[in-house]
T-cell receptor, first 114, second 113 residues
Framework: QKEVEQDPGPLSVPEGAIVSLNCTYS??????FMWYRQYSRKGPELLMY????GNKEDGRFTAQVDKSSKYISLFIRDSQPSDSATYLC??????????????FGKGMKLTVNP | ETGVTQTPRHLVMGMTNKKSLKCEQH?????MYWYKQSAKKPLELMFV???????ENNSVPSRFSPECPNSSHLFLHLHTLQPEDSALYLC????????????FGPGTRLTVL
């Protein structure tokens, strides 16, 4: 079983839709969870970062972590064409001392159609 | 310049060539990373440097050789590459924090003929 599983899509939605992106993981020691957004021909940029379980909201974006189910989600409300990108989840086990090693999902390609 | 910069942005090389990728971070971070990103695969961590010392080498073939002369600069020296090495090579940096949040450069798109 891979440490992090993410459906690579692609996912296509109409403008204004609510988008739900998800990752599951197997390592219960993961404590830090991130979502990165990667536009075509660019490097990933940090979008949201959460620690442990719970929700975090930033504008139209909400990150949700359910540690009991080992499941994280990113919700995008009122999606816009500018949200079209690949979204990668990433997570870290803080007990792995020394290296700042993140484990990434494959990334989900999202297209928001006008 | 702000953030993490990488040069060149695109590189085409033959299998017998020698080339180098350069990364520079302007964030005052002390850890730097090289990743390989191929289509339909997760980001693959290649090397980690912390305070200029290599702390991780993820079983990368010796045809990839990293160099970190100081905490702001990172190089990836390439020689006798294979066509399957064609990919996007990303550099990232982070501060020494428990969260491990990393900041990425735009990448170098490498094509090996």
């Amino acid at each position: 079983q891979k440490e992090v599983e993410q459906d690579p899509g692609p996912l296509s939605v109409p403008e204004g839709a609510i988008v739900s992106l998800n990752c599951t993981y197997s390592n219960s020691a993961f404590q830090y969870f991130m979502w990165y957004r990667q536009y075509s021909r660019k490097g990933p940029e940090l979008l949201m970062y959460t620690y442990s379980s719970g929700n975090k909201e930033d504008g139209r974006f909400t990150a949700q972590v359910d540690k009991s189910s080992k499941y994280i989600s990113l919700f995008i409300r009122d999606s816009q064409p500018s949200d079209s990108a690949t979204y990668l989840c990433a997570m870290r086990d803080p007990t792995q001392g020394g290296s700042e090693k993140l484990v990434f999902g494959k990334g989900m390609k999202l297209t928001v159609n006008p | 310049e702000t953030g993490v910069t990488q040069t060149p942005r695109h590189l085409v090389m033959g299998m017998t060539n020698k080339k180098s990728l350069k990364c520079e971070q302007h964030l005052g971070h002390n850890a730097m990373y090289w990743y390989k990103q191929s289509a339909k695969k997760p980001l693959e961590l290649m090397f980690v440097y912390n305070f200029k010392e290599q702390t991780e080498n993820n079983s990368v073939p010796s045809r990839f050789s990293p160099e970190c002369p100081n905490s702001s600069h990172l190089f990836l020296h390439l020689h006798t590459l294979q066509p399957e090495d064609s990919a996007l090579y990303l550099c990232a940096s982070s501060q020494e924090t428990v969260s491990g949040t990393q900041y990425f450069g735009p990448g170098t798109r490498l094509t090996v003929l």
